[in-house]
């Protein structure tokens, strides 16, 4: 199974970006799939999470209201919708699957994309 992110880039604060990532070699359906994110000198962290039905779903308090996480299992994506865009939002987003496990914890996801920069300046 491949994950591959795109939909990065340089935008204003404020802005909105989305995010997909597609399943390639697997069935979506079949994975809980996530959005973390790295911020230079940091640790990845939890974004955003959905069922394998793509409901319910799970966001990080320092997201919550403003991205939104969806899945669209018939065209095997998944997407991140990222409105109100803050500087503090930059980092590399990584879209991450598993086919058992859900959750806000990294090792819980036995599949990774190797991400997609999204830069918000000020």
């Known amino acids: 199974v491949l994950l591959v992110e795109s939909g990065g880039g340089l935008v204003q604060a404020g802005s909105s970006m989305r995010l997909s990532c597609l399943v390639s070699?697997?069935?979506?359906?079949?994975?809980?799939m996530a959005w973390f994110r790295q911020a230079l000198g940091k640790e990845r962290e939890f974004v955003a999470s959905?069922?394998?039905?793509?409901?319910?779903?799970d966001y990080a308090d320092s997201v919550q209201g403003r991205f939104a996480i969806s899945k669209d299992n018939a065209k095997n994506m998944v997407h991140l919708q990222m409105d109100s865009l803050k500087p503090e939002d930059t980092a590399v987003y990584f879209c991450?699957?598993?086919?058992?496990?859900?959750?806000?914890?990294?090792?819980?996801?036995?599949?990774w994309g190797r991400g997609t920069q999204v830069t918000v300046s000020s």
């Open positions: 991450a699957a598993d086919p058992v496990r859900l959750g806000k914890a990294l090792e819980n996801y036995d599949y």
């Open positions: 070699g697997g069935t979506a359906s079949r994975f809980a």
């Open positions: 959905a069922h394998w039905t793509g409901s319910p779903t």
